[in-house]
């Protein structure tokens, strides 16, 4: 349905217990009413979701906040008042009224408020709280259009409001700043620079724990069914009868590539953020037997997005 007229109906699904995937500004979510435990189930099957990977908590707006938790910290509350609705996602204590399976159990919840007209619209006509991780089955390419929600879980969704591309095209950086020095779990759509410019200094948790507090941080996720790698250096022409599709950040590679994605010509990492689960998505339909992307300039979003390609390629290593 299209996100401005299907906002209706698609709230009253959420209100009877159904599964909404909706566009926010940063990939479309598979949302659930973060109150019942049952429709929230669902969201973990429809995705083939391991149980031990919390869920985010959307809100219509950031006062919803108070209302859920009661007191806010006012780490929270400052980080919330200046980049909310936004790409970030805060860790509070959770609520008694957010049953466990939404946090897997977790003493804590993530939580924020999404930048998009539709999506607020969406869980302010439902009235609850929305449960929603990425529109996409488990550990595959996230989903920053209406079609690649269809492809990737069909008939497990009972609405679709397509909101055309999405803006941000990378998920929400998420924050913990329950201890001295915010620590951020995920690097996403909003850049580390941006949080410390408001904070000052940040962590940022690398790698993957064996306790994976936020499985988004899992060694390998985000990957295509085509195998995939990180280019190294100067790539060598395709070899002998190999179909090999390339990801580059500014500049068409040279070479016999069956197909070729340019992120962005003016290298513009926001709009290679932007374009880049779209691109993968295309160069993963073309049926090529391997896809070598190659990494873009480790500053801004460009950290989030070459955290994306090297977990992707750890899935195919
Ligand atoms: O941009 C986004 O955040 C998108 C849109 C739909 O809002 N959502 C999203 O959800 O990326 P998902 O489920 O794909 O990723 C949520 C991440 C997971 O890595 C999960 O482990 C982490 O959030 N997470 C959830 N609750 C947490 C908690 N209490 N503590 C630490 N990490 C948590
Ligand atoms: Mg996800």
């Not at 083939?48 to 959307?58: E, K, Q, V, Y």
């Not at 003493?107 to 439902?126: F, G, K, N, S, Y």
């Not at 090529?288 to 750890?314: F, K, Q, S, T, Y």
Request: net charge negative.
């Amino acid at each position: 349905m299209p996100a401005d007229s299907g906002i209706a109906e698609a709230a009253s699904v959420l209100r009877t217990g159904g599964l909404v995937a909706f566009p926010t500004e940063t990939v479309y979510g598979l949302g659930a009413n973060a109150l019942d435990a049952r429709a929230v189930a669902r969201v973990f099957e429809a995705k083939a979701r391991p149980s031990f990977d919390p869920l985010i908590t959307h809100l219509a707006e950031a006062a919803e906040l108070e209302k859920l938790v009661g007191a806010v910290p006012a780490a929270v509350a400052a980080l919330a008042e200046r980049f909310w609705p936004g790409p970030l996602t805060l860790i509070v204590d959770r609520p008694a009224v957010i049953p466990p399976i939404v946090t897997s159990g977790l003493q804590t919840m993530a939580v924020r408020v999404p930048d998009h007209e539709a999506a607020r619209a969406l869980i302010a006509a439902a009235g609850v709280p929305v449960a929603a991780p990425s529109a996409n089955r488990f550990g595959q390419l996230s989903p920053t259009r209406a079609e690649h929600v269809v492809r990737g879980l069909g008939a497990a969704v009972d609405v679709v409001l397509d909101g055309g591309s999405t803006r941000c095209g990378i998920e929400s950086t998420i924050v913990d700043v329950r201890g001295d020095r915010p620590v951020v779990l995920r690097l996403g759509a909003l850049p580390v620079e941006a949080l410390e410019e408001a904070v000052g200094p940040v962590s940022v948790r690398s790698g993957s724990s064996g306790q994976p507090v936020a499985p988004g941080t899992l060694a390998a996720h985000y990957a295509p069914r085509t195998p995939l790698r990180l280019a190294a250096g100067a790539e060598p022409a395709a070899g002998e009868g190999a179909r090999r599709g390339f990801l580059a950040f500014r500049e068409r590679p040279s070479g016999d590539w069956a197909a070729v994605e340019v992120l962005s010509g003016r290298g513009d990492l926001t709009e290679a953020a932007a374009r880049l689960f779209d691109a993968l998505h295309r160069l993963d339909g073309t049926g090529v037997d391997e896809i070598v992307v190659e990494p873009v300039p480790d500053v801004g979003v460009g950290r989030a997005i070459n955290d994306r390609l090297r977990r992707a390629a750890a899935t195919w290593r």
